[in-house]
Every structure is written in C-alpha cells, then in structure tokens.
C-alpha cells in the first residue's frame, strides 16, 4: 500500500533516482533532502530507500526503533565476499551477529584489550616520527606523502594487534595497504546491477564483477597464510586475535561454532573496519588543521606546554588535553569517515511522523548533512572551530542524535575504544615535533579537498606536505 509514503523526488521509470544522485552521495543526498525533507524516500532501481537526514529523525529511527531497524541490507559485494554477511558488520541481525560481535569484543576491541595495546601504538608512531624527522632533516625540502604514512601506521597497528606481527609487501610479497585501497575503491563504484537486476551485464562490462573476484581472491589468500602460519606457530608464545580465534574454533564444548570463513571475515572486517575509516580521520583531521592555522597554533601551544621537550606524548597526557579532545570531536563531526554510517533495512512495517514505511525499505541515515545542520549546530556549521566543543559534554557514543560518527544503537561502531585511543597520540606527537608546510601540486590546486567515493571517505589525492622540526 503507497499510503502517506514520506516525500519522494520525482523519478524515472527502471532507474528511479538514481539519476538524482552524484558521485559524492552525501552531498547530492543532502541538496535533496533540503526539498523533500528529513525523512525522504527514494528508490534506487526499484530497492526503496529511506534518507534520513536530521537528528530528530534520525533518533526515531536509530534509537525508537532500532531493534527493527537493526538489519542490514544483502548485495552483490556482500554476497560474494561477505559470503551472505558471515562478517560482524554485514551479518543479519540475530545470534550468529551477537556472538560474532561480542568475540570481537573480548579478544580485541574491549578497553582492557585496547590498552594491551598501547606499546604497539607508541613503536608505530615513533617509526613514523622518524621518518618524519629524516625528511625534515634532509635539505631538499621535498614534500612527504603524509597520507600514505598514516595508511601504513594505521594498518601496521592493526597487523599487529590483531595478526601478531607486521605484514609488508616487502618481506611477505603481499601488500595489505593495497588491498584496502582496492576493497574501499569497490564500495564507491556503483553496482548498477545490485539496484536493476536486467543492467547487470553493465557491471561486467565496467569490469566491476572481476575486480570484487580480484580483491575477493587476493584477501583470501593473504587471509589463507595468516592463519596457516598461526596453526604451525608454537601455541604458548603468542596471543594474537587470530590464535584466540583458532582457540574458539577448536573448542568443541562450546555452543557456538566458529566456522572458517567466519575466523576470516572477522579479521577481513577489523582490517577493512578499522584501517579505512581511522586514516580517513586522520588525512582529514591534519588537512583541516593546517587550512587552519589558528587551530594548529592553539593546538601545538596546548600539546608542547603540557608534555615535557624531546618526550613522547603519553595516551594519559593526550586523554587530558582539552583542544586536541576538541579538534577530535571537530574533524569527526565535519568529516566523519563514514559519512552515511552503514545501511540498515527495516524488518517490520514503521509508522514515521505519520508516515507508513514498508517493511524492506532500506535506511541511510546522512551523518554528514545530520552534522552540518544549521539549526542544530549554528549557523557557523559549516566552518571547521573546534572551540564549539570546549563548554561542552556532547560526546561520540551515540547518546545524542546531533553527533554520530560511529552509529548508534545495537549496530554501533565496536572500535571506538580502539580508534579513540590511537587517534589522540598519533596526533598530539605529530604536531609537537613539527611543523607542517601544505605543499599542493600546481595542478590540484582546484582539486586539493576532492573526496574520493566510497563507504568510507579518503581523500581523492594524498595530503603532501613539509615538514619541519619544531
Ligand atoms: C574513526 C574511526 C571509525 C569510525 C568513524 C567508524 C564508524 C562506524 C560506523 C558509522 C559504523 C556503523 C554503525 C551503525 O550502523 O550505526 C561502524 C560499524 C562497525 N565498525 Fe567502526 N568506525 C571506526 C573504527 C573502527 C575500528 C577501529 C574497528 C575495528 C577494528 C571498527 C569496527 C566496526 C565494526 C565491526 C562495525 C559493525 C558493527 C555492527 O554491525 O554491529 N570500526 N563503524
């Protein structure tokens, strides 16, 4: 029944809006949503899609009704690598997805298991300050590729958290970072034939069906071998996710039965989980701060007159420092790296503000127009200040629907333990020990804050810039 559907913008027949959106779906998401409202239907191919796009609405949806809105839609992408959403983030919501998550949980994500991590945190950053010192020191001035350092620590923190030990296309012959660049370069493309089944042959014709068996095939069998060296490994000596993982597989007396896909989805998961979307805050959060120079100034000032010369930036001494607290909660609530979450599909028919939505509507909630909105945030929202959150205790958890970065409600972002812990440091110790010069090539001039496309949102070109030492 179409009675007192939410408003829809006019559409075609095959495509339905399809046509209306561009390939920075936030920002055509939200010009749309300006007309139509916060709750607004659109369909893409035939798949109804609900696009919610104020905190209001968002904690209806999110919050009133979260335990039937806590399902996730099924594609293509998630059918074949996925395998049916045999993953955490991606599995129907239900006993498989609660075990899944709380595993995740216990053995890598819980705030007893982040802190265990915090020596790999400090050798990462301090690799990374050395390189940054050795291009600061050299007298050529070249820029460094700052976001392609902050890839390698991010994925290198993860390997080793969650493998055991670093894996570099050097030793191993098998490049992790690029595997994470292709699978998140997939999620931007867009499969026409997930939405209009008969224009699949488009998807096979752009090449799209054979780069998922690429990525599919080269994961797993990076995937193969991690587990493989962890079955030969001595069994006393390590600890890492995957040999807790091996334990809860070999375990017969439990009631959950971790198959093997299921072991690699999880790891396929905290890397693509936890890489992509903690360098995108990071790329990010530094363009902002030197297209800001007051912020940086602030922000060095705080960080160099609390923490002692020449020494490393503790993770208690970052916790208590206000501003950088501050432009943490700033560059997430302007760029949040997932700017549209992660699609959620109603199970049951809703009634919303009067509007009757079926049951198999999908739902985008737009973080990034949420995080925008004038009038919840002022009319300066747009504007990146991280003062605004100096006087206040709004924070990150979900609690308040104005402000959610990492989700809401019974699908809420697990690693935000994990993420906020590494975040804080890798900042406060970069901006101490230098000082940054943007460095943008001639011809991107025009180009230099492009967002690249994708579920989570990179910068389309590497931040470059020089480094100096402070
Ligand atoms: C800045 C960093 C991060 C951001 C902005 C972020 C954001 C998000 C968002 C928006 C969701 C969807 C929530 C929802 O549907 O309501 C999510 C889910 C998830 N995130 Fe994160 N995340 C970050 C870091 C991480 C890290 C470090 C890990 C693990 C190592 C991780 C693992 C997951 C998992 C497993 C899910 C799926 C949860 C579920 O479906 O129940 N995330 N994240």
């Known amino acids: 029944n179409n009675v007192n559907l939410p408003p829809s913008p006019w559409r075609l027949p095959v495509i339905g809006n399809l046509h209306q959106l561009s390939l920075n779906t936030h920002r055509s998401l939200r010009s749309l949503s300006l007309r139509y ?13 609900l696009i919610v796009s104020s ?8 919050k009133t009704h979260d335990l039937i809105c806590a399902n996730r839609p099924k594609t293509k992408v998630i059918d074949q690598i996925l395998r049916g959403g045999k993953d955490v983030a991606f599995a129907p919501y239900g006993e498989y997805w609660r075990q899944m998550k709380s595993i995740c949980i216990q053995n890598l994500l819980s705030n007893k298991m982040v802190r265990s991590y915090e020596k790999i945190r400090e050798d990462e950053i301090k690799l990374m300050i050395k390189k940054l010192e050795k291009a600061s020191s050299s007298s050529s001035l070249s820029p460094v590729n700052i976001s392609q350092l902050f890839m390698t620590l991010t994925n290198d923190i993860i390997c080793r958290a969650a493998l055991g030990r670093k894996y570099s296309s050097k030793e191993d012959g098998i490049d992790v970072e690029n595997i994470v660049r292709a699978f998140s370069a ?6 026409i034939g997930e939405y209009i089944p008969s224009l699949s042959w488009i998807d096979r014709f752009r090449g799209i069906d054979h780069k998922m068996e690429e990525v599919d095939k080269r994961f797993d069998d990076f995937l193969e071998r991690v587990v493989k060296e962890h079955e ?5 000596t390590t600890s890492d996710l995957v040999d807790k993982l091996l334990t809860i597989q070999s375990d017969k007396t439990g009631q959950f039965k971790l198959e093997k896909d299921a072991l690699k989805l999880i790891i396929w998961d905290m890397f693509l989980a936890g890489t992509a979307t903690t360098l995108s805050f990071l790329e990010w ?9 007051k912020a940086m100034n602030k922000l060095q000032e705080e960080v160099r007159s609390t923490s002692p010369q020449d020494l490393f930036v503790t993770e208690k001494e970052a916790e208590k ?4 607290q501050a432009v943490i909660k700033e560059a997430l609530r302007l760029r949040p790296p997932a700017p549209l979450l992660v699609p959620r599909v109603f199970s049951e028919d809703v009634k919303l503000k009067g509007y009757n939505i079926p049951a198999g509507t999908q739902v985008i909630v737009n973080a990034w127009a949420i995080q925008r909105d ?3 945030w002022g009319m300066d929202a747009e504007e990146f200040r991280p003062e605004r959150h100096l006087d206040s205790d709004l924070d990150f958890q979900g609690l308040d629907f104005k402000f959610i970065p990492f989700g809401s409600g019974k699908r809420i972002c697990p690693g935000i333990g994990f993420t906020s812990a590494l975040i804080g440091v890798t900042l406060a110790n970069v901006v101490k020990r230098f000082n940054f010069r943007m460095h943008v090539e001639p011809q991107r001039v025009q180009h230099d804050l492009t967002e690249a496309t994708g579920l989570v949102i990179f910068r389309k070109f590497p931040l470059m810039a020089i480094p100096s030492s402070a």
């Open 232 to 236: 030969d490994a001595d069994k006393e």
């Open 321 to 324: 420092m206000n501003y950088l």
């Open 374 to 376: 004038t009038t919840t």
């Open 285 to 293: 959060t530094m363009t902002e701060l030197m297209r800001h120079p």
């Open 37 to 49: 409202g916060p709750l607004m239907l659109l369909h893409f191919g035939r798949t109804p899609v």
């Open 186 to 191: 997939l999620t931007g493309e867009f499969p």
């Open 55 to 62: 905190a209001d609405a968002a904690h209806d949806v999110l």
